[in-house]
């Protein structure tokens, strides 16, 4: 059918190309009147708020972008003080101070509130998240208290308590006055108002400070009355001296009067500015106050 077109004269091919022409552009001018006039057409109501509330979100989200879930979860750091403690009856705070992220001093609270008991330090290195080297940390500050020892079997086969195994110790007569920094547990046990719980503690943290050079630093035992210092008396002490320029930072936080902030202080200035010589350069931290320096001054060799 095509074939038929080149049977017309050349001046009617041409009259109807120009047809074809102008019909194509009618066509497509109508389709674009169409789709102009929509586009024209006003929105509603309900379709212009939803328009509004999704460009609204869009700067919302530009001016205040959302934090990421770590930064909501992120643990808050806590100052580390190793000092004796009873896994049995420790707080989940006083775990946490003694360098315990978050989650294993959740973990003890619950294991306790279920029943369990920690018998021997070694039952707490079993402590679900506690590493090797964490329990290693903490292991000479672990104290069992009385209650919580581990019972045993006698030849008889009845259950007896290992602290009752021990010989009867009376206690000492008034007017005794002992060594305090030569006293064992048993001597301690003999003082009146400390038991064999309380021996331990004051042998522990006399270990821990190089031993005392006052009966007043007595009081910073936990549970211990200040009735118990006229039993003891304080020769003069050959107190064990914390090297300030040799100790590592975990030597230097672990005496009682530090902390990782002071440790940490120490550290920064011997690397920056050498070793420290006097007092005076102590002072100058401010993570020590006057009444700091003056605690732990007995303590320390600037050799």
Request: no cysteine; hydrophobic share 35%.
């Amino acid at each position: 059918m095509w074939k038929d077109f080149f049977y017309f004269t050349k001046a009617e091919r041409r009259a109807i190309l120009v047809l074809l022409i102008l019909l194509a552009l009618l066509s497509g001018g109508s389709i674009w009147f169409r789709l102009k006039k929509q586009d024209m057409t006003p929105l509603s109501l309900s379709e212009s708020e939803r328009i509004d509330s999704f460009l609204t979100g869009l700067e919302e989200k530009k001016r205040f972008p959302k934090k990421s879930f770590s930064s909501y979860h992120k643990e808050p750091a806590v100052p580390v003080r190793l000092r004796p403690f009873d896994p049995n009856t420790a707080d989940s705070s006083t775990l946490r101070t003694l360098g315990l992220p978050a989650f294993i001093a959740r973990n003890v609270v619950k294991y306790r509130e279920k029943g369990g008991i920690f018998h021997t330090p070694e039952d707490f290195s079993r402590m679900y998240g506690l590493s090797p080297a964490q329990f290693e940390t903490l292991k000479p500050y672990i104290i069992i208290g009385e209650n919580f020892l581990k019972p045993e079997r006698d030849t008889m086969r009845h259950t007896v308590f290992v602290r009752d195994t021990l010989p009867y110790l009376p206690k000492y007569p008034e007017g005794t006055v002992i060594d305090l920094n030569r006293a064992d547990t048993a001597s301690l046990k003999r003082v009146p108002g400390i038991g064999s719980g309380l021996a331990r503690r004051i042998v522990a943290y006399r270990n821990r400070l190089g031993g005392f050079y006052s009966v007043s630093q007595l009081q910073e035992i936990p549970h211990l009355d200040a009735k118990v210092n006229q039993w003891f008396k304080v020769e003069q002490a050959e107190l064990r001296k914390l090297e300030i320029n040799r100790a590592s930072l975990d030597r230097l936080r672990s005496h009682p009067y530090m902390d990782f902030y002071k440790a940490k202080a120490i550290i920064e200035y011997r690397r920056k500015r050498g070793k420290l010589k006097s007092l005076s350069q102590l002072s100058l931290f401010e993570a020590f106050s006057e009444e700091d320096i003056k605690k732990i001054t007995p303590y320390l060799s600037f050799e």
